[in-house]
T-cell receptor, first 114, second 111 residues
Framework: DSGVTQTPKHLITATGQRVTLRCSPR?????VYWYQQSLDQGLQFLIH???????AKGNILERFSAQQFPDLHSELNLSSLELGDSALYFC?????????????FGQGTRLTVV | QQQVKQSPQSLIVQKGGISIINCAYE??????FPWYQQFPGKGPALLIA?????SEKKEGRFTISFNKSAKQFSLHIMDSQPGDSATYFC??????????FGAGTRLFVKA
């Protein structure tokens, strides 16, 4: 168990809908990262938050947004969903501002858009 | 410049053999090179990592070899076991704000 909790584990929704994925980082970790893993694809960095502030953006679509709350949990909001958004979404956390120390991944949320 | 190229895409190794996965990068600003192991249904987990000031790091059966001038690094798994069957990702980080992952290598170790 990495200590990073993601909910829900599975999500099935229709095209055009909006969903929210939740991540609770390890106790004490201030950084939260979101990654997308499509079938047979590597991990695509989406966004990084540190102590409530956005620090870096990757290949995140405008339809996607995220935030980190004062209690350090984070939410990834995906709207106007398309079939191609079906993927595993991972959250990771680390103690520092970056992933140049060990980062711990949650078990992911599998999103299926039908 | 932000890519990390990983090969092979898949690898089959006999039990007891050596598994070798290679990665190459372009951005010389990268300063941290971790390898992650991912089992089906699980999130990736850090396996071993290296910084560019050393050429090799060994932890048990896992060794990273790093060639700074060639901008390449590789993972060697000695005495490969069926339990090592997983997907392996190399990655590169530049000051930590953004970590770029390779596409992954699916390793299958035959018993």
């Amino acid at each position: 168990d990495s200590g990073v909790t993601q909910t829900p584990k599975h999500l099935i929704t229709a095209t055009g809908q909006r969903v929210t994925l939740r991540c609770s980082p390890r106790s004490g970790d201030l950084s939260v990262y979101w990654y997308q893993q499509s079938l047979d694809q590597g991990l695509q960095f989406l966004i990084h938050y540190y102590n409530g502030e956005e620090r870096a953006k990757g290949n995140i679509l405008e339809r996607f947004s995220a935030q980190q709350f004062p209690d350090l949990h984070s939410e990834l909001n995906l709207s106007s969903l398309e079939l191609g958004d079906s993927a595993l979404y991972f959250c990771a956390s680390s103690a520092t501002t970056g992933m140049n120390t060990e980062a711990f991944f949650g078990q992911g949320t599998r999103l299926t858009v039908v | 410049q932000q890519q990390v190229k990983q090969s092979p895409q898949s690898l089959i190794v006999q039990k007891g053999g050596i598994s070798i996965i290679n990665c190459a990068y372009e951005n010389t600003a990268f300063d941290y090179f971790p390898w992650y192991q991912q089992f089906p249904g699980k999130g990736p987990a850090l396996l071993i990592a290296i910084r560019p000031d050393v050429s090799e790091k060994k932890e048990g059966r896992f060794t990273i070899s790093f060639n700074k001038s060639a901008k390449q690094f590789s993972l060697h798994i000695m005495d490969s076991q069926p339990g090592d069957s997983a997907t392996y990702f190399c990655a590169a980080s530049n000051g930590g704000f953004k970590t770029i992952f390779g596409a992954g290598t699916r390793l299958f170790v035959k018993a």
